[in-house]
């Protein structure tokens, strides 16, 4: 049987550490050493414990996610960083790119199938740092450790480059979201009542009021009805939100957009949180965000 993992929860969000070790928990072989609050405790926390996993946040006041691997390599090139997982609000396009340099990246409100996946690519690369070990152990012998040193540091030098790039990659990309927004309603698409659905290699026009809900993972937008499952020619949540009826269609969280007239029920879900049950044939349950709680609860009078 697997050794169990050790993690730290790095967040500057109360609920979002507790909902997260929450679902660790669940995992049976996760071990959550301790939480931390921000960037500097983070720092003392990942020195002082030296966990298998992190589960950091990308922004948090005063050191951000980016800034404590970097701080972190400052202090002691030599460190073996742990297994990064990001936590942040960020669109699937952006975070794409975090797969350049950690395990995987989980959006907020946290999703338990998706902590699951998350959770097999962390033991996944552990297993594959431990059979490396043991291999180099023999390199390190016949070349001496000045050998060995010179790997570490060129890896620690290519990681913190790359960590640059991301930092600006992601600057450009708030960016250009925030110019599409300004922009947005110009594209003369207007609201025409139907939404192109790409489904069994056709192109189809399904009406929006038939549009249970829309979803992206992985930067692939799935549209779905009561009786199709297809995906958009959408790049964005965004932009396809921008050829719904507002009055209808509600972003309850930054990867779903529900037909307020397909939800079924709502159902409690952990501290104070809820999801949504929708009316198609899977009876797909939605996260709310916890920004969404207040409008949930005014919408349906909880």
Not at 40 to 51: F, N, S
Not at 225 to 239: F, P, Q, Y
Request: aromatic share 6%.
């Amino acid at each position: 049987m697997a050794m169990p993992l050790s993690a730290l929860i790095i967040d500057d969000e109360p609920l979002a550490r507790q909902e997260l070790q929450y679902l660790l928990d669940r995992e049976g072989d996760v071990s959550v050493l301790a939480h931390g609050s921000n960037g500097i405790e983070a720092v003392e926390l990942i020195r002082t414990h030296k966990p298998d996993v992190i589960f950091l946040d990308v922004r948090m006041p005063g050191l951000d996610g980016f800034a404590v691997l970097k701080k972190l390599m400052a202090l002691d090139r030599k460190t073996r960083l742990p297994q990064v997982v990001f936590a942040t609000a960020f669109d699937q396009y952006a975070v794409k790119a975090f797969e350049v340099n950690a395990v995987d990246y989980l959006l907020k409100p946290f999703d338990s199938k998706r902590v699951q996946r998350t959770m097999e690519k962390v033991r996944e690369r552990c297993a594959e740092g431990q059979t490396a070990g043991s291999a180099s152990s023999g390199t390190k012998e016949a070349h001496g450790e000045r050998v060995e040193e010179q790997r570490a540091q060129s890896r620690m030098a290519g990681a913190e480059a790359k960590l640059d790039a991301l930092l600006k990659m992601m600057e450009e990309q708030a960016a250009v979201a925030a110019s599409g927004a300004a922009g947005a309603g110009t594209n003369g698409l207007g609201r025409s009542g139907k939404v192109v659905v790409r489904a069994q290699s056709r192109l189809l026009l399904v009406d929006q009021k038939d549009l249970c809900f829309a979803t992206i993972d992985e930067g692939r937008i799935s549209v779905v009805t009561k009786a199709l499952e297809g995906d958009s020619n959408c790049r964005t949540l965004e932009e396809l939100t921008d050829q719904l009826d507002p009055e209808q269609f509600w972003r309850v969280h930054r990867s779903y957009v529900v037909n307020i007239q397909h939800i079924r029920e709502v159902v409690p879900w952990f501290k104070s949180s809820y999801q949504l049950r929708m009316d198609d044939r899977k009876q797909t349950e939605v996260p709310v965000s916890r920004s969404q709680t207040k409008r949930l609860r005014e919408l349906f009078n909880l």
